[in-house]
T-cell receptor, first 111, second 112 residues
Framework: DAKTTQPNSMESNEEEPVHLPCNHSTISGTDYIHWYRQLPSQGPEYVIHGLTSNVNNRMASLAIAEDRKSSTLILHRATLRDAAVYYCILRRHGANSKLTFGKGITLSVRP | NAGVTQTPKFQVLKTGQSMTLQCAQDMNHEYMSWYRQDPGMGLRLIHYSVGAGITDQGEVPNGYNVSRSTTEDFPLRLLSAAPSQTSVYFC???????????FGSGTRLTVV
């Protein structure tokens, strides 16, 4: 399975945008880029996923590089509630696909 | 619509005991998975299923059994509990291979 690389941690200020990077240089053509987050003492929560084009939903935006070797999760306006571990995961398209977590990036939000 | 329901929320076992962690979903999801998360660590995949009657091993399957007799339920069995199995266990489900997973709230297991 292709791997992702994320920084260990990042800090942001409340009400400012946050850009969480992810490198996946060995991504294959059938790998979707998924992002999950895990708030303290809770189970993971799906955030967004995409294949080639940038994606937006109510929680975040996903910007995917043209060569697909990197992506960025964008939180447009960080709140204290966004402090969590964010996981960037590659998931192969189609049957029998697994979701395998790495270490993620810990986002801290300063008031 | 309850989502993914895990029971129990907390459990203490003695070494050597067996037990079953229950997981049920009411979203008609085909894909279901079990993960464990040790303190300060990421999630590790134990077993997963892509439909009733179909299961496969994940990264850390030893000491655990699963079966999937219905779409709704995916129980995880600990055959002979060991202190190394002390962890938080999460169950998750997904409509298919191309959708996001919904996670349960977890079962905190302590083996003494």
């Amino acid at each position: 399975d292709a791997k992702t690389t994320q920084p260990n941690s990042m800090e942001s200020n409340e009400e400012e945008p946050v850009h969480l990077p992810c490198n996946h240089s060995t991504i294959s053509g059938t790998d979707y880029i998924h992002w999950y987050r895990q708030l303290p003492s809770q189970g993971p929560e799906y955030v967004i996923h995409g294949l080639t084009s940038n994606v937006n939903n109510r929680m975040a935006s996903l910007a995917i590089a043209e060569d697909r070797k990197s992506s960025t999760l964008i939180l447009h306006r960080a709140t204290l509630r966004d402090a969590a571990v964010y996981y960037c995961i590659l998931r192969r398209h189609g049957a029998n696909s697994k979701l395998t977590f790495g270490k993620g990036i810990t986002l801290s939000v300063r008031p | 619509n309850a989502g993914v329901t895990q029971t129990p929320k907390f459990q203490v076992l003695k070494t050597g005991q067996s037990m079953t962690l229950q997981c049920a979903q009411d979203m008609n999801h085909e894909y279901m998975s079990w993960y464990r998360q040790d303190p300060g660590m990421g999630l590790r995949l134990i077993h997963y299923s892509v439909g009733a009657g179909i299961t496969d091993q994940g990264e850390v399957p030893n000491g655990y059994n699963v079966s999937r007799s219905t779409t709704e339920d995916f129980p995880l069995r600990l055959l002979s509990a060991a202190p190394s199995q002390t962890s938080v266990y999460f169950c998750a489900s997904s409509f298919d291979g191309n959708y996001g997973y919904t996670f349960g709230s977890g079962t905190r297991l302590t083996v003494v």
